[in-house]
């Protein structure tokens, strides 16, 4: 079974702060999906990558696969980024393996 | 952007009712799932439904729970007699595919049993 690391667990950093939260996994996967969860509970799919490198706007993701490693990256933070993180993988036999999130605050 | 539509966004219960959580996915994709989330707790995967049919399921899924697609539109979770520790976010989620597409997620059904 997969097991998804997330670190930092929770980051606080100020407005316009570039921001770097890292997920690493145990078990080669097929995906990798980065999701955002807002205080209300909603997700949101950020990005899916298997290789290389995606960019949506401020916010940028990345992927070693053999590292097992992914980073998700925010460049000039805002206080509207505040929300989890959360990175999970695919490929197994049981869908998505979900890290615990990463909860960022971004101060004004 | 079209929308994982889930009803209701709120859902209490006693203790050995029945509950039908309900999604509508998007029209176009392929793949429907359930994940739930304990207060505090990771996200975690229940099923995986394809073609009519379970294509996966989580050791979370028992003989309580079952899946149906009653419907061209409908996606639903039953929980046949709820426990206490079935409180929790049920999230439906849908894909065109399996592994190579993202996932779009409802908005969540906050489940609690007294």
């Known amino acids: 079974k997969n097991e998804v690391e997330q670190s930092p667990q929770n980051l606080t950093a100020q407005e316009g702060e570039f921001i770097t939260i890292n997920c690493s996994y145990s078990v080669g996967i097929s995906a990798l999906h980065w999701l955002q969860q807002h205080p209300g509970g909603g997700i949101v799919s950020l990005f899916m990558l298997s290789s290389g490198k995606k960019k949506h706007g401020r916010l940028i993701a990345t992927i070693n696969i053999q590292e097992k490693h992914s980073s998700l990256h925010i460049t000039a933070s805002h206080p509207r980024d505040s929300a989890v993180y959360i990175c999970?993988?695919?490929?197994?036999?049981?869908?998505?393996?979900f890290g615990k999130g990463t909860h960022l605050i971004i101060q004004p | 952007e079209p929308e994982v539509t889930q009803t209701p966004s709120h859902q209490v219960t006693q203790m050995g009712q029945e509950v039908i959580l309900r999604c509508v996915p998007i029209?176009?994709?392929?793949?429907f799932y359930w994940y739930r989330q304990i207060l505090g707790q990771k996200v975690e995967f229940l099923v995986s439904f394809y073609n009519n049919e379970i294509s996966e399921k989580s050791e979370i899924f028992d003989d309580q729970f079952s899946v149906e697609r009653p419907d061209g539109s409908n996606f639903t979770l039953k929980i046949r007699s709820t426990k206490l520790e079935d409180s929790a976010m049920y999230f439906c989620?849908?894909?065109?595919?399996?592994?190579?597409?993202?996932?779009?997620f409802g908005s969540g059904t906050q489940l609690s049993v007294l």
């Open positions: 999970a993988v695919s490929g197994g036999a049981d869908g998505l393996t």
């Open positions: 989620a849908s894909s065109r595919d399996r592994w190579l597409e993202k996932l779009f």
């Open positions: 029209s176009n994709h392929l793949y």
